[in-house]
């Protein structure tokens, strides 16, 4: 009949389900007796702590794919959402498998965040959260994916992994090597996703707790061969690149980068670009107590022109003009500002001290460009030393200049 496909414990049961004969069942042990799933007694009579077997079909007997244990037991298949009700004590006499939605999922892991499940649906490319709403009874969610197909287009998400602290944020891997993330705060409906390529593919991702804080883990194909690499959530070395290492002395070996092009620092000084030679060992002319190493990171921020409620309707499509940003940033250091990115659009930023990295507000005048009042003011911000940029706002000083007009645009 083939082995269970997946495993969980629920109300003191050992919960198996989907085997090659019957993908669509779930099995559950005799109570606290977790090899027993024997349903009869000696005396043959079925007693509330005997094993229980349960078939999830509807209309098609879709496979199991997930086991979720809450407050009740969530199971996620390939055509359909089903709970097994834990408010009271199952039983062989008394369990009641309800269908939830019929949207389905497919074989990335979800995450149980807080009360509520984040899933990736059957065609791999839409993320949805499930969770108990009481107006309607059941279990039910929202589209996290929908304002960023582009992410997910002609793709599927094929590993996930959670970090709690710090950020709350989800991490997927794209099936084409590309890594998305998904900074996720439901009780302040923040759903903001982005994404990060490396020069190889990412393939798997694992969230690791280390003391109160979650680490990233992530297996990485370079070079022909795959590397188990450790995302630094708290940036001790104060650096900011991809894929790097420490060390110090006149020379360090980075034979994993060969015939990269790679960012160093030494001694807290930025050194020339090199590219990493065959032997994979980066000599210097003088020896040095720090030395980071690791490829760079080219960070591009794009935030969409502002809406503002005003009398006459809608701030879409209006002439305005941002003339002063304000960028709220925690130790971060670099960076440009524009109207676009290209370089001729775009200024430095304005740190008050070029020596350590700043936390605090930047005020920035945006940059005397051609474009001038326009109805897209898009502000664009990118990022390539390696140094650490964190940006947590952007406030803006806009001026609204008047009506429709093509002309602003350049469009006669």
């Known amino acids: 009949n083939g082995y269970p496909k997946m495993a969980c414990f629920f109300q003191d049961r050992l919960v198996l389900a ?13 109570t606290g007796d977790y090899p027993n799933f024997g349903i009869e007694k000696v005396d043959g009579g079925v007693t509330d702590d005997s094993a229980i077997k349960a078939d999830l079909i509807t209309r098609n007997g879709f496979e199991i794919l997930h ?10 298949t390939t055509g359909n959402e089903w709970i097994i009700e834990g408010s009271s004590v199952i039983t062989p006499a008394k369990i009641n498998p309800r269908p939830q939605t019929m949207r389905g999922s497919n074989a990335c892991p979800p995450q149980h965040i807080g009360n509520r499940i984040v899933h990736v649906q059957r065609s791999g490319k839409t993320v949805r959260d499930l969770g108990y709403q009481y107006d309607a009874d ?12 582009h992410l997910t287009e002609g793709h599927k998400l094929v590993s996930s992994a959670y970090i709690q602290e710090p950020n709350s944020t989800l991490y997927y891997v794209r ?29 798997k991702v694992a969230s690791i707790p280390n003391g109160a804080n979650d680490v990233l883990y992530v297996t990485v194909e370079r070079n022909d061969k795959t590397y188990i690499e450790r995302f630094n959530p708290n940036l001790e070395a104060a650096v ?24 160093i620092l030494a001694g807290g ?12 060992l980066v000599a210097f002319g003088q020896s040095f107590s720090d030395i980071t190493i690791g490829l760079a990171y080219k960070t591009r921020i794009e935030q969409p022109g502002p809406d503002i409620g005003l ?23 670099g960076g440009h500002i524009g109207y676009t990115f290209k ?31 326009n109805t897209k003011n898009h502000i664009c911000i990118k990022h390539d030393e390696p140094f650490p940029f964190e940006l947590n706002a952007i406030i803006r000083e806009v001026s609204i200049d008047g009506g429709i007009v093509k002309s602003y645009n350049g469009e006669i």
């Open 343 to 373: 370089d001729k659009d775009m200024d430095e930023l304005r740190y008050e001290d070029y020596e350590t990295l700043e936390t605090g507000d930047i005020v920035q005048q945006m940059p005397v460009a051609d474009i001038g009042s």
């Open 18 to 30: 989907a085997t090659k004969k019957e993908p669509y069942s779930i099995w559950m042990s005799r």
């Open 138 to 149: 059941n279990y039910n969610g929202d589209d996290l994916t929908l304002l960023a197909t």
């Open 269 to 280: 000084t930025r050194l020339q670009d090199r590219v990493v030679p065959e032997n994979g």
């Open 67 to 76: 086991l979720v244990p809450a407050k009740d037991l969530v199971i996620l």
């Open 311 to 333: 009398k006459e309707g809608t701030m879409q499509a209006r002439i305005s003009k941002i003339n002063t940003v304000v960028l709220r940033v925690e130790k971060s250091y």
């Open 175 to 203: 099936d084409d090597g590309v890594l998305l993330s998904l900074a996720f705060i439901k009780e302040q409906n923040v759903f903001a996703w982005s994404h990060q390529k490396t020069d190889g593919k990412y393939k």
């Open 240 to 263: 900011y690149m991809d894929s790097y290492i420490t060390g110090s002395g006149s020379s360090i070996e980075v034979s994993h980068l060969i015939g990269k092009t790679v960012q």
